[in-house]
């Protein structure tokens, strides 16, 4: 015997709303997708500025706006140190911060797969709710879609947000000056590392965590006080050497990196070494470089240290006037090497 | 870090630099066997360090590099079989076949996974039962044992759903070849120490006492190559021609026994085709009669069909026997480059195209 009564009428009856498993009802515009809002994203994000629950976001604005776009479809979308939804709102802050805004708001929008575990998407709707609060912005309007089981990777998730730049600030890789020195806010390659080694059928056991953090608040820090920054970029796909290298190419200048100044993890370097990769090539989450003028460099350096975000900050490279728009690592062994962008994904070696 | 930062201490590199230096009275020509040698020499800028006597040229130690555009092809024809998961090392993926790569093929459709050993791909093949699942099986002697473990495991587990696209070369009768060529310059060999760590160096004897060239088994990191240079060197100058081992810390004269017993369990010597420098007798494995069931090429006759063509601009053949340098090529980053590769030297790691691209091009 059914535990509930049994609905014999001819019409569609009511999907079960206890479901724990998305199905393709959740992105049907009815019932089951007001649902979906109502316990999983308006709890999660309920106490912002402005709630999720209208067809858009109406704000009031009359300043200098930085506006950005990223999606997110990290596999696994769990993993040490943070998850799909932690990434999905540090990524898009950061963007905003690498302009040198104040994120102000987002939006989130969720491509679920039939069959997505609902708790899953509810432990994510929390992580993201905690980061935003840690970024101090706010989730403001959203998208649900579904597809069908097969046709996407359990979760994708893209954000945009808003930030507020203030007056006076010129950040970009055209500002970048011959002098500038070039700063690094802590250790490369662990989010890379981390991912990799939480893969399925990966069997290398680490203790290594994600460096996934918003980053704005360390930004605004150096802004507010008063440093002359010329350049920022965090230092996602392609690591810090990719960073660079587009830098580089668009300021048209040569940069010149130390490599012993480069922090990586001794864990890190290992697991590197195991699988032949560079961790200069390694994806990082929060992690950014900063050029800044030759004269606030070191003031700069003891801001950033004393910021939870910065606190293994070191100096790690400097511009020169050379045109040649190339990154050169000087190694230890007084020779210089040419970092270039990567063809592709890094993969692994024979041998 | 413990193991590394040892051998990658710039002092003592200087140190080493110089007592070569000093001992170096004429100019002398050495090859560095393996691919990860002329990448740690590159990256490092080891080359640089040394006296401008020393000249070192990028042999053919590079397992992406020289399986032959046949193989590629063939393994190509595989993966776009829709029954079929083709489960092969990273970076196979990118090198160019007669049209496309395996990236290609995977972004038309074809099951193509990377697996970062070859007993993952047996694991694959017990999970899938109902696919084929071929794994591309290239390398030297270092790749061997590890690949004839998974054919052993898989007869065990009477898996009959995995099979092997085999493309395995032996170093030493490649450098026989390179000796026997007339215009080969190379009066010393940095011999590969992962080779031998599997193979020992026994069979390296001969050569250097035939052909009177130095033979030292040598490790990848900066010193290793340096203190490897040295010894060559130190060879060359006292008229000697030995065997010698610079990189005992893995490599014992016998070798490891337990790998050898299992490649010779599975494999048996053949003939084989060197992309870029051409057939090579006796330079190869191949499945023993008795694991014929493990070898795709069996399995799947239709591969055999393959007609396989070079790109005509391409010159890795001369590159990986040394009679050329990649920045000698007028194809060298114009119309080859990692992104658009017309060999193979341009695609993989230990490519020397692709070494002097990331690390010299300007």
Redesign the interface.
Known sequence: MPDHPVDFSLSCPLPDSRHTRILLAHGGGGTLMHQLIERIFVPAFQGQPAGPLHDGAVLELRDRLAFTTDSYVVNPLFFPGGDIGKLAVCGTVNDLAMCGARPLCLSAGFILEEGFPIEDLRRIARSMREAADEAKVAIVTGDTKVVDRGKGDGLYINTAGIGLVAEGVRISPAAVRPGDVVLLNGDVGRHGVAILAARE??QIETRLESDCAPLADAVLHLLDAGIEIHCLRDCTRGGLATTLVEIARDARLQIEIAEAAVPVL?ET??IC?I??FDPLYVANEGRFAAFVAPADADRALDLLRAHPQGAGAGRIGVVSPDP?G?VVLQ????????L?M???EQ????? | MKYLDEYRDPGVARQYAAAIARMVTRPWTLMEVCGGQTHAILRFGLDQLLPPEIALLHGPGCPVCVTPVELIDKALALAARPEVILASYGDMLRVPGTSGSLLSVKAAGGDVRIVYSPTDAAALAERHSERQVVFFAVGFETTAPANAMAVLQAERKRLRNFSLLVSHMLVPPALEALLASPNCHVQGFLAAGHVCTVMGFREYEAIAREHRTPIVVTGFEPLDILQGVHMCVKQLEEGRAEVENQYARSVRPEGNRAAQEAIRRVFRVSDRRWRGIGDIPRSGLALREEYQEFDAERRFPFVSEVVARESPDCISGLILQGLRKPRECPAFAAACTPETPLGATMVSDEGACAAYYRHRRP
Do not use: K
């Open positions: 059928g990966f001794e370097r290992g070494e699988l032949g040649s190339l190694s230890g062994f007084g020779s210089g090497r040419i270039d990567l063809s592709g993969l692994p070696r024979i041998c």
